[in-house]
């Protein structure tokens, strides 16, 4: 955001443009916010907009019950996911002083979230408690954690166990904290550089990509009184042929995603006994053409049905059991995709690029829960087994069925 025209004429002295008429319409000009860009899908779920500012992070809390975006309007806006089906879309607003917070995570308590200062270069924690009016105040803790990383930051997160926090540089490092704010390891993952970084939702493994073709995978290890004890190289994602921009966990951990500059994504089986040399092996690979010439954000839906792509502004939707597409969201942002990422129940996905978080119904994942639920009836023994999987197949093809999305 620079300076106007007859600002900067004053700067240098000049006398200001006198073909603005009068003050009043000065102010006018000047008080119109550029307009929000506009989307329409049949898919589209809801849109969340009262940042006044580019959405850069957002992170689901583990409850389901809330989501938390951050923007360069110097604000954390936390939003109720029940809201998500209504017209009304209530936030709670935290402040940033004198900073604005670019990335943002839920301690596993959903009590406290943390982010990253984008001028500060360092973490801030902010506790969140209940009024007894029902809303929440927020308060920064008094230290923020002590500045450690010299080049710009790619991610942080928080251990589901509590345990440790992670963050990620774009140089090679990657450090492991302690929640009071102590570095409890470095992690030197020798790829030229990160591109991104990540704790795994069973809270064992921190996994990295960037410049080489394979994703990296630690293993954080903690006693049994839970002290920490030292961080070790665990397996690798071997197979791709170039750079990695972007990797993913199913929620059991026991799945990886990854796409590559090579033009593909993949699907691993990563439930494997690495301490007994197993490695993971690969499930599925996809061609993802657009990867080869742009950075892309991937999000694996948590029982790793779907995975979603992000490049630009467009969004595309695979089911990972055959590889193929199912859907295309295009011009989604006015701005380049930031982030994305499934809810806990897998039932949306939500993007956020510019001012607005958009959530699309995840049909892919419906009609996996139908070719499954058909497969399993085929084989059920018993009554009660078969009553349950009707259930849930039905349910899918309801959803499926109220989003007019139902093949024939």
Not at 293 to 317: E, K, N, W
Not at 376 to 391: D, I, M, V
Request: aromatic share 8%; glycine share 6%.
């Amino acid at each position: 955001p620079g300076l106007s025209f007859s600002c900067c004429q004053k700067a240098n002295g000049l006398p200001p443009d006198k073909s603005l008429k009068s003050k009043k319409q000065k102010q006018r000009i000047r008080k119109e916010k550029p307009q929000q860009h506009s989307f329409t899908h049949r898919l589209l779920a809801a849109a969340l907009k009262s940042h006044s500012g580019n959405i850069s992070c957002m992170d689901f809390s583990s409850n389901g019950k809330y989501l938390a975006t951050c923007a360069d309007d110097r604000t954390i806006r936390i939003w109720s996911t029940k809201d998500f089906s209504q017209r009304e879309h209530r936030s709670m607003r935290a402040n940033v002083e004198l900073d604005h917070a670019i990335l943002v995570r839920f301690s596993p308590d959903c009590r406290a979230f943390i982010v990253w200062l984008a001028n500060g270069d360092t973490l801030r924690v902010f506790k969140m408690s209940k009024r007894e009016d029902g809303a929440y105040t927020f308060t920064a803790t008094p230290e923020d954690f002590p500045k450690k990383h010299k080049a710009p930051i790619v991610n942080i997160g928080i251990a589901d166990t509590g345990k440790f926090i992670m963050t990620a540089s774009s140089d090679t490092t990657i450090l492991i904290w302690n929640l009071k704010g102590q570095v409890l390891s470095t992690i030197n993952t020798n790829q030229m550089n990160n591109t991104y970084a990540a704790i795994s939702p069973c809270s064992r493994f921190v996994a990295s990509c960037g410049f080489t073709p394979d994703v990296k995978v630690w293993e954080v290890c903690f006693g049994k009184k839970g002290d920490f004890q030292e961080v070790v190289r665990a397996f690798e994602l071997k197979g791709h042929s170039a750079a990695v921009h972007f990797f993913a966990f199913s929620n059991d951990s026991r799945r990886m995603a990854s796409v590559s500059k090579d033009g593909t994504w993949k699907l691993w089986d990563t439930d494997v006994e690495y301490k007994k040399q197993q490695d993971p092996y690969l499930l599925r690979t996809g061609r993802f053409q657009e990867a080869s010439t742009m950075p892309c954000r991937l999000a694996l839906s948590p029982d790793s049905q779907v995975l979603a792509l992000a490049c630009g502004t467009s969004i595309h939707l695979y089911n990972t059991r055959r590889g193929e597409k199912e859907e295309c969201f295009e011009q989604v942002h006015g701005e380049c995709i930031t982030d994305l990422s499934f809810d806990i129940t897998g039932r949306f996905l939500a993007s956020c690029g510019d001012r607005a978080v958009r959530l699309f119904h995840n049909t892919p994942g419906h009609r996996a829960v139908v070719e499954e639920m058909q497969g399993l009836l085929k084989r059920a023994s018993n009554e009660s087994t078969r009553q349950r999987l009707q259930q849930q197949l039905t349910q899918a093809q309801e959803a499926l069925k109220s989003l007019g999305a139902l093949r024939k």
